[in-house]
């Protein structure tokens, strides 16, 4: 017992939750199972909170894309199953007045046989040790660049070299026949025997983040002074389409949980001169995580255009992909529930359940003691 007078006699008084001593305390089968059932309750309502601090959602904002000068990566992986990959070239022109030709820095290219199983690596356009035969008199041998710009070392000893040189004069490649470097290794042979073969293209290529459109063609694109034409010649193979199938297109770094809406896209080409235009608009992303990273990337709508036959227009057949950048940007901050936001929401259903099911409790006990007593008395039948 606390003595009267002291200071826990004091704190005592200050106590809110009075006792009640078991001698005047009556349990009820109702009060049983209405317990049962507030428990149970409170047990769901606190694992459901639980599992509501666990998650972390993603809160999205919109705001105004202020960055400038930027780059950005298209991620590209297609499928041309009837298109040889020694025929195909990759173009980019943008708004900003920039065109970039036959980007395969970081795009390979697969060859495909016509049932789809892989070839090898196409490896036109890529550096290799060209077979040089033996110069006259004993020193060694420089070939001819047949007028083309040469390159530092002043000799073009492969097709390739004569190639690269034509094309910095600006010249097409119309006859490699009689180039002895492209007759020596086959050149126009390897070519013609790719007919009938399918090319997958993948990798990325890096562009300005402004309009513009990324194009897939047949032929080459040649540099004449300020302006860009685009050739194919007729030593190329001419039974081709540009049927595809797109595994994936996306621009810039991917995050999880994204979706790209062209992604699995396959369509068939009835013509040789099907053209096919897919235009896209771009908004800007980023991600900011828990841990502090931040991922910028990018998100796009999609819609196509189909044309069966380009003849009539004079327009280029091939594989088109417009992209439109869009003023805006989204920006997705991950957010979790804070501990002390779970501990206030547990105490208030386990607060708020036991006062509701003690409400009810006392109502039914009430409600049996009334009848009980009217039932003692006689007033009740």
Sequence with gaps: MVRPGSLAARFQSLDAYAKTLDDFSVKTLSGGILTIVASIAIALLVGHEFLAYRRVDMVAELVVDGERMEKMHINLDVTFPRAPCMLLGLDVMDSSGEQQVNLFQHV??????????VIGLDQAGKPTVAVVPAGKDGKPYCGSCYGGVAPEGGCCNSCDDVHQAYKRRGWAFTDPDSIEQCVREGYVKHMQEQAGEGCRMH??????????????????S?????????????YMPHDYDFSHTIHRLSFGDEFSAQTNPLDGVSKKAHSVRAQFQYFTKIVGSEIRYLNGTVLRSNQYSATEFVKGDVTASRRTPGFFVMFDISPMRVIYTEHKRSLPSFLTSVCAIVGGIF???????????????????????????
């Design 355 to 381: 006062t509701v099911a003690r409400l009810i409790d006392g109502f039914v006990f009430r409600t049996e003691r009334a009848l009980q007593l009217k039932r003692e008395s006689g007033k009740l039948a």
């Design 203 to 220: 990798g990325f290529i890096e562009v300005n983040k402004v309009t513009g459109n990324a194009q897939i063609l047949a032929g080459e």
């Design 108 to 117: 390979a290219k697969t060859r495909l046989s016509k049932d789809g199983s």
């Design 222 to 234: 040649i540099k004449h002074g300020s302006e860009y034409m685009h050739t194919y010649y007729d």
